[in-house]
């Protein structure tokens, strides 16, 4: 299996992704720098968390108009599973290749700990390693991780199967104490329709062995290659 890190100026959990990511297909994804236009053969493209460009203007806004991410979303579209982390699922929305936007977490401070995830939907490529309804534990790192989307997306979202997490309880309750930033419906991650793009703002990389408190992160990334590879 081959796979594209995008790494722009800011990013930081790049080399983290480029660990789990090796650990799980046994070689190492290409780092492929934001000012490139084009990616090199991949069957996965990850797109890091982090605080790209420095977060000026608004998070993800810049890093969304990189000349590499006119290849992503064009990738992304011909079908080309893309996973895109804390950061990275806030250029998703801004390019497009996923509904609604990521504002200010609800009490206006920087969230950093571990949370409880409820498996919200069937996606075989991205949580195959997980039953739905089973509840996961990742870390979170952000600012600005709290979704927010119109009445008619959010419906069409819940409708359609396309939210792949949820903040819960340990015991999968869907709780306003379990939601860490304010997100709508409790959504942590979402799909797009294809089904191919996965953002979430937990970072499962952080999680990968148990010397770092945990491998539901590993799970996750195991699955990745076992069902694209």
């Known amino acids: ?11 930081n959990c790049d080399r983290d992704l480029k660990v789990a ?3 799980s297909m046994g070689n190492e994804p290409n780092m492929v720098w ?29 890093a969304g108009n990189s000349p590499i991410m006119r290849e992503v979303v ?5 079908g080309t599973p893309v996973v ?3 950061n990275g699922f806030q250029i998703a929305t801004e390019t497009g290749m996923l509904p609604g936007a990521l504002l200010r977490n609800a009490d206006q401070s920087f969230v950093c700990k571990d949370v409880d995830l409820l498996v919200a939907a069937d996606n075989e490529r991205f949580v195959g390693g997980y039953d739905r309804g089973q509840v996961v534990k990742f870390p979170v790192a952000h600012h600005d991780g709290n979704f927010f989307a119109d009445e008619e997306t959010l419906s069409e979202l819940e409708n359609e199967g396309q939210i792949a997490f949820k903040y819960a309880t340990p015991d999968g309750e869907l709780t306003e104490e379990a939601n860490p930033n304010g997100s709508l419906n409790n959504i942590a ?12 703002m937990p970072h499962p990389e952080r999680l990968i062995s148990k010397e770092l408190g ?16």
Request: contains cysteine; aromatic residues 8%; proline residues 4%.
């Open 1 to 11: 299996m081959k796979a594209c890190v995008i790494v722009f100026p800011g990013s």
């Open 21 to 23: 990511l090796t650990q």
């Open 34 to 62: 934001h000012g490139d236009s084009e990616l090199p053969e991949t069957d996965l493209i990850a797109i890091p968390g982090g605080f790209s460009y420095g977060d000026y203007l608004r998070c993800g806004a810049m």
């Open 74 to 78: 064009r990738k992304a579209e011909g």
């Open 84 to 86: 895109a982390i804390c």
């Open 189 to 200: 991650g979402i799909y797009n329709k294809a089904g191919n793009v996965l953002g979430l």
């Open 214 to 229: 945990g491998v539901d992160g590993k799970t996750f990334f195991d699955n990745l290659v076992h069902s694209i590879g």
